[in-house]
């Protein structure tokens, strides 16, 4: 079993505390949080071992996994990979390009795994339709939440909407033509309100919307390809696959037939994929284990953590 260390004991971090004491592929060593009074509270109450040293967690550990605000997880990976550690590490990567750029070379150059917790990739309704998507040309997503400080001391884009973009940049095989976005500052010194077109150079289009000032929370995203519409609620853990194929000379009383005006005939149906139960963090923390135990390429890789980042970038500056 890998052994594995927590840095960062907030909200997000006990989450991760106590999926790691569950995980057969860990072996939890404790947990280091640079607020003392939290963290012995955290200790007394789940009995996690608080490590005073952000130093002496790192050395007694394989794997570090950096659930801190994010202007420290430079710091946090630059000192974990100096060590030789491995690294999992909460979106967004870092905060700017130019440190996740410095991130993933010192972990190339110690020949180390890492890992960014982009978590969407591993809800149970995506992963049922990814292999569904092929070349997508038109994507809308919604990602609206109710308001909560946590989050707010970055823009909306970086808390929220980095999510649907890790997720549209796995599925458009294409580089981006071109960004155009609009943000509002409602209650926070950031925006808190945005939406964004992006432009890929094969001609698909994608729309996001983000907020965190909504009166009710909505995670949907709508994927349009060539004779297919795939819904994906990741809220719900709900999808919805629609087909067409040409029309059978006979149709059925209960087919559903669309003419258009050339007279060609489709039949819709639809190929809704079974939804397996799981815990995304769970399995995106362990799938980790086994790129490690493996050797092999992690799911969510630094890169991809950092072409999100260098788009959400880019949104952020057109505002």
């Known amino acids: 079993m890998l052994k594995a260390g927590v840095l960062g004991a907030g909200h997000l971090g006990k989450i991760h505390l106590r999926l790691l004491k569950q995980s057969t592929?860990?072996?939890?060593?404790?947990?280091?949080?640079?607020?003392?009074?939290?963290?012995?509270?955290?200790?007394?109450?789940?009995?996690?071992?608080?490590?005073?040293?952000?130093?002496d967690l790192i050395d007694a550990v394989d794997m570090v996994d950096i659930v801190t605000p994010t202007l420290s997880h430079f710091e946090c990976a630059k000192k974990a990979i100096s060590k030789g550690r491995h690294i999992f590490i909460?979106?967004?990567?870092?905060?700017?390009?130019?440190?996740?750029?410095?991130?993933?070379?010192?972990?190339?150059?110690?020949?180390l795994r890492g890992q960014v917790g982009h978590v969407e990739r591993f809800n149970p309704a995506f992963t049922?339709?990814?292999?569904?998507?092929?070349?997508?040309?038109?994507?809308?997503?919604?990602?609206?939440?109710?308001?909560?400080?946590?989050?707010?001391?970055?823009?909306?884009?970086?808390?929220?909407?980095?999510?649907?973009i890790d997720v549209i940049l796995s599925v458009v095989k294409s580089k981006v033509k071109s960004v155009s976005a609009s943000?509002?500052?409602?209650?926070?010194?950031?925006?808190?309100?945005?939406?964004?077109?992006?432009?890929?150079?094969?001609?698909?289009?994608?729309?996001?919307?983000?907020s965190r000032i909504s009166l009710k929370n909505m995670r949907k995203?709508?994927?349009?390809?060539?004779?297919?519409?795939?819904?994906?609620?990741?809220?719900e853990k709900k999808c919805e696959v629609v087909k067409m194929k040409d029309a059978p000379t006979d149709p059925g009383d209960f087919d559903m037939i669309l003419q258009n005006a050339e007279g060609i005939k489709k039949q819709i149906y639809f190929d809704n994929p079974d939804i397996p139960k799981n815990n995304a963090i769970l399995d995106e923390l362990e799938t980790f284990a086994h790129a490690i135990n493996t050797n092999t390429t992690p799911v969510v890789t630094l890169q991809d953590g950092t072409e999100a980042l260098r788009l959400a970038t880019k949104i952020i500056e057109q505002f």
Do not use: W
């Open 90 to 111: 909460e979106k967004p990567i870092t905060n700017t390009v130019e440190e996740a750029e410095h991130i993933r070379t010192l972990l190339a150059e110690n020949n």
């Open 221 to 235: 995203t709508r994927f349009f390809q060539r004779d297919a519409y795939i819904s994906v609620d990741f809220l």
């Open 183 to 210: 943000g509002v500052s409602v209650i926070s010194e950031t925006p808190d309100i945005a939406n964004a077109r992006i432009e890929f150079e094969n001609g698909c289009v994608a729309n996001l919307t983000a």
């Open 25 to 55: 592929k860990y072996e939890l060593v404790g947990f280091y949080d640079a607020d003392e009074h939290n963290a012995k509270k955290v200790e007394e109450e789940f009995g996690y071992k608080y490590f005073n040293s952000i130093d």
């Open 128 to 164: 049922a339709v990814k292999d569904k998507i092929v070349n997508p040309m038109f994507i809308e997503t919604h990602r609206l939440a109710e308001f909560n400080p946590r989050g707010t001391d970055v823009p909306v884009v970086l808390d929220l909407m980095i999510h649907d």
